[in-house]
T-cell receptor, first 114, second 115 residues
Framework: GAVVSQHPSRVICKSGTSVKIECRSL??????MFWYRQFPKKSLMLMAT?????????EQGVEKDKFLINHASLTLSTLTVTSAHPEDSSFYIC??????????FGSGTRLTVV | AQSVTQLGSHVSVSEGALVLLRCNYS??????LFWYVQYPNQGLQLLLK??????LVKGINGFEAEFKKSETSFHLTKPSAHMSDAAEYFC?????????????FGTGTRLTIIP
């Protein structure tokens, strides 16, 4: 079945630094990648939608300059949290999708900013 | 616009008892409906999906769900709960262009299994 690899699974960084999270579809080409943020004991909040070779579409209230999304190929998307602060600490999950085949989720990244 | 409502943020059942997790949807177009399970600090795993074929959908781990258009519901059931079923469950909806459009999630239901 479809597999999405997301890493790192856990990262701790200092306030003010940037962190990059990778999301790869291993055995299929993802036409669309979605990035979600999940607060403790809460549902998934969609941050942005990206298509290969296009600029990401951000949801209302999500700072596009802070959360940089790159979708360079049909199998790779990255989320960079720039100038991270403690309030950016969260669980980030990517989802890779292909037309008609549905959605496959990565295993998530726990970001802690200290 | 599409949305899902999950009734009951917490559900507790005894091991071996019936599991029923409720999901109601709202959609202006024919919906595609999904149930996902999430274990602590992990991503989401697809349990089952409804894509306009059979209204009774069987998924993994003994779960199934029935699409009822008249009730706008897609409740998840399992005849006999197992300790390993303890997790967070999310209902989600997309339009017919699924794979290209976003999923909209419910707020989740935490399932606890009582030994």
């Amino acid at each position: 079945g479809a597999v999405v690899s997301q890493h790192p699974s856990r990262v701790i960084c200092k306030s003010g630094t940037s962190v990059k999270i990778e999301c790869r579809s291993l055995d299929f080409q993802a036409t669309t990648m979605f990035w979600y943020r999940q607060f403790p004991k809460k549902s998934l909040m969609l941050m942005a939608t990206s298509n290969e070779g296009s600029k990401a579409t951000y949801e209302q209230g999500v700072e596009k300059d802070k959360f940089l999304i790159n979708h360079a190929s049909l199998t790779l998307s990255t989320l960079t949290v720039t100038s991270a602060h403690p309030e950016d600490s969260s669980f980030y999950i990517c989802s890779a999708a292909s037309t008609g085949a549905g959605y496959t989720f990565g295993s998530g990244t726990r970001l802690t900013v200290v | 616009a599409q949305s899902v409502t999950q009734l009951g943020s917490h559900v507790s059942v005894s091991e071996g008892a019936l599991v029923l997790l409720r999901c109601n949807y709202s959609s202006s177009v024919p919906p595609y409906l999904f149930w996902y399970v999430q274990y602590p600090n992990q991503g989401l795993q697809l349990l089952l999906k409804y894509t306009s074929a059979a209204t009774l959908v069987k998924g993994i781990n003994g779960f199934e769900a029935e699409f009822k258009k008249s009730e706008t519901s897609f409740h998840l059931t399992k005849p006999s709960a197992h300790m390993s079923d303890a997790a967070e469950y999310f209902c989600a909806v997309s339009g017919p262009n699924f794979g290209n459009e976003k999923l909209t999630f419910g707020t989740g239901t935490r399932l606890t299994i009582i030994p």
